[in-house]
């Protein structure tokens, strides 16, 4: 049973930084795309950034290019989501996704496997 846990969340003012990380269990992930989903009270959820299992491709949602940057360690089954410059706007809770095979898919109905996901403040 795969398992997806997300840490780092928190409340912070507009400008800070925080870095969210995701541990993975349950199976071996060789081959495995992840990534991370956000949500928004009353909003559907949108993809943030993804990555690829060697991490040598990446993609992000246009409105956090340049201030988030996604990373794994396979070594430890964990993955990251280092968000700096944060902004009002990006407060929701964040999610935490795998599927196998590199795609870096923007539709969450591709990903089988889901975290419970962090929550993320960020005041003005």
């Known amino acids: 049973q795969v398992q997806l846990i997300e840490s780092g969340g928190g409340l912070v003012q507009a400008g800070g930084s925080l870095r969210l990380s995701c541990a993975a269990s349950?199976?071996?992930?060789?081959?495995?795309?992840m990534g991370w989903f956000r949500q928004a009270p009353g909003t559907e959820r949108e993809f943030v950034a993804a990555?690829?299992?060697?991490?040598?491709?990446?993609r992000y949602e246009d409105s956090v290019k340049g201030r988030f940057t996604i990373s794994r360690d396979n070594a430890k089954n964990t993955l990251y989501l280092q968000m700096n410059s944060l902004k009002p706007e990006d407060t929701g809770v964040y999610y935490c996704?795998?599927?196998?095979?590199?795609?870096?898919?923007?539709?969450?109905?591709?990903?089988?496997?889901w975290g419970q996901g962090t929550q993320v403040t960020v005041s003005s």
């Open positions: 996704v795998t599927m196998y095979g590199d795609g870096l898919y923007k539709s969450s109905s591709v990903y089988p496997y």
């Open positions: 990555i690829t299992w060697t991490g040598s491709s990446t």
């Open positions: 349950g199976r071996a992930f060789s081959g495995f795309s």
